[in-house]
């Protein structure tokens, strides 16, 4: 009899475990999040004066206790740091002296990397620039000067293997001692046309071997200007090219791959997609959405942005969840989103009173 009844409980326990509406990497089930908003000030305006724009574009967190927002700022020398409780702008100048513009990436809250570009005197060229955060101040990381142009994207594997890519085909590896320019990328054949431009979108991965890099190349045929994409992964030590928009019609300048090392992109009026190992494509949404951007925290928590109309959606592997309550937002743009796998944050811009802002979207 008392075997029967220990049987029975099992059961009832097993039930209720494939019943928990909870996230199993959070405590609360991400399509009941509640949402709040906060409006990023410049450090030179405290009292919230229109003088400045704040305009983010990135948003990463080592947690949701400790988030960077990169973007432009008026004052050219801000990013803004998220300690659980407020945003607070944070200034990078002297010592960086330039525009961490582009993504920010991490391990740890003393281990901290953000790119973008700096002028030089003499010339109008964007030529690279990366950041780092030691737990206390930014500072610049040493990059032989007047090298590469504008980065974009930043992505490591753990701290001493780093990628970082950007504007005419600028590639930058950083081993944990030194950042090297990487020049045996094999470039696509639409990139020698005279007056092409070709750069890396995104680079993404997980902790195994999976990690990709999306880039896009755009150029003169006729008198159309017409643009092409290519995905390549690395293996071998090497970057390998795998696919392109002329096979797949794909974009891939947003990418994420999840931790199980499924790949997934998006963008504007292309669907949500999934990448097989055949090296076909699933399509998971339909092409009416405009996606900005998409992160997750595993195949069963993905977090997909949408733009024109704002839209926020939720995939946890079977289905899409829309969060109705945000179609109102007064936004011109959503840029970013970032998860942790128990919150979730969003960058967009609104306009006030003829002024760019930034406005945070957090669900917790």
Same mark, same amino acid.
């Given at each position: 009899?008392?075997?029967?009844?220990?049987?029975?409980?099992?059961?009832?326990?097993?039930?209720?475990?494939?019943?928990?509406?909870?996230?199993?990497?959070?405590?609360?089930?991400?399509?009941?999040?509640?949402?709040?908003?906060?409006?990023?000030?410049?450090?030179?305006?405290?009292?919230?004066?229109?003088?400045?724009?704040?305009?983010?574009?990135? %948003? &990463? #967190?080592?947690?949701? @206790? $400790?988030? /960077? +927002?990169? !973007?432009?700022?008026?004052?050219?020398?801000?990013?803004?740091?998220?300690?659980?409780?407020?945003?607070?702008?944070?200034?990078?100048?002297?010592?960086?002296?330039?525009?961490?513009?582009?993504?920010?990436?991490?391990?740890?809250?003393?281990?901290?990397?953000?790119?973008?570009?700096?002028?030089?005197?003499?010339?109008?060229?964007?030529?690279?620039?990366?950041?780092?955060?030691?737990?206390?101040?930014?500072?610049?990381?040493?990059?032989?000067?007047?090298?590469?142009?504008?980065?974009?994207? %930043? &992505? #490591?594997?753990?701290? @001493? $293997?780093? /990628? +970082?890519? !950007?504007?005419?085909?600028?590639?930058?590896?950083?081993?944990?001692?030194?950042?090297?320019?990487?020049?045996?990328?094999?470039?696509?054949?639409?990139?020698?046309?005279?007056?092409?431009?070709?750069?890396?979108?995104?680079?993404?991965?997980?902790?195994?071997?999976?990690?990709?890099?999306?880039?896009?190349?755009?150029?003169?045929?006729?008198?159309?200007?017409?643009?092409?994409?290519?995905?390549?992964?690395?293996?071998?030590?090497?970057?390998?090219?795998?696919?392109?928009?002329?096979?797949?019609?794909?974009?891939?300048?947003?990418?994420?791959?999840?931790?199980? !090392?499924?790949?997934?992109?998006?963008?504007?009026?292309?669907?949500?997609?999934?990448?097989?190992?055949?090296?076909?494509?699933?399509?998971?949404?339909?092409?009416?959405?405009?996606?900005?951007?998409?992160?997750?925290?595993?195949?069963?928590?993905?977090?997909?942005?949408?733009?024109?109309?704002?839209?926020?959606?939720?995939?946890?592997?079977?289905?899409?969840?829309?969060?109705?309550?945000?179609?109102?937002?007064?936004?011109?743009?959503?840029?970013?989103?970032?998860?942790?796998?128990?919150?979730?944050?969003?960058?967009?811009?609104?306009?006030?009173?003829?002024?760019?802002?930034?406005?945070?979207?957090?669900?917790?």
């Amino acid at each position: 009899m008392i075997k029967y009844i220990i049987y029975s409980l099992l059961v009832l326990l097993l039930i209720n475990a494939s019943c928990d509406p909870t996230n199993s990497e959070g405590d609360k089930n991400p399509r009941e999040y509640t949402f709040t908003f906060d409006t990023l000030v410049s450090i030179f305006r405290p009292n919230g004066s229109n003088a400045y724009q704040t305009i983010m574009n990135q %948003i &990463w #967190g080592n947690s949701s @206790n $400790d988030v /960077w +927002a990169s !973007g432009h700022v008026s004052s050219g020398d801000e990013i803004f740091h998220f300690n659980g409780i407020s945003w607070s702008p944070v200034q990078t100048s002297p010592s960086v002296y330039g525009w961490l513009e582009g993504e920010v990436y991490g391990f740890g809250p003393n281990n901290i990397w953000a790119i973008g570009s700096r002028g030089s005197y003499g010339d109008s060229i964007n030529y690279s620039l990366i950041g780092h955060y030691n737990g206390n101040n930014w500072e610049r990381a040493e990059i032989p000067a007047e090298t590469g142009r504008e980065l974009l994207t %930043i &992505w #490591g594997k753990n701290p @001493n $293997d780093i /990628w +970082a890519g !950007g504007r005419e085909g600028t590639l930058f590896h950083y081993d944990g001692t030194e950042w090297k320019l990487y020049e045996d990328l094999e470039l696509p054949d639409k990139a020698s046309i005279p007056g092409s431009i070709f750069k890396i979108e995104a680079i993404a991965g997980n902790d195994s071997d999976d990690i990709y890099m999306g880039t896009i190349v755009f150029y003169d045929e006729g008198e159309y200007r017409l643009s092409s994409n290519y995905l390549y992964k690395y293996g071998n030590n090497r970057w390998n090219m795998i696919d392109s928009g002329f096979v797949t019609e794909k974009y891939f300048i947003n990418l994420w791959v999840s931790p199980e !090392g499924n790949l997934y992109s998006g963008l504007g009026g292309w669907p949500f997609s999934k990448y097989n190992n055949d090296g076909s494509w699933t399509n998971l949404t339909d092409e009416d959405i405009l996606i900005s951007n998409i992160d997750g925290s595993s195949d069963e928590n993905i977090f997909v942005l949408a733009w024109n109309p704002f839209q926020l959606f939720h995939y946890n592997g079977i289905d899409f969840y829309e969060y109705e309550e945000l179609n109102d937002v007064d936004v011109t743009t959503v840029t970013d989103v970032w998860t942790d796998g128990n919150e979730v944050f969003v960058t967009g811009w609104f306009d006030h009173e003829g002024v760019t802002k930034t406005l945070i979207i957090h669900g917790e």
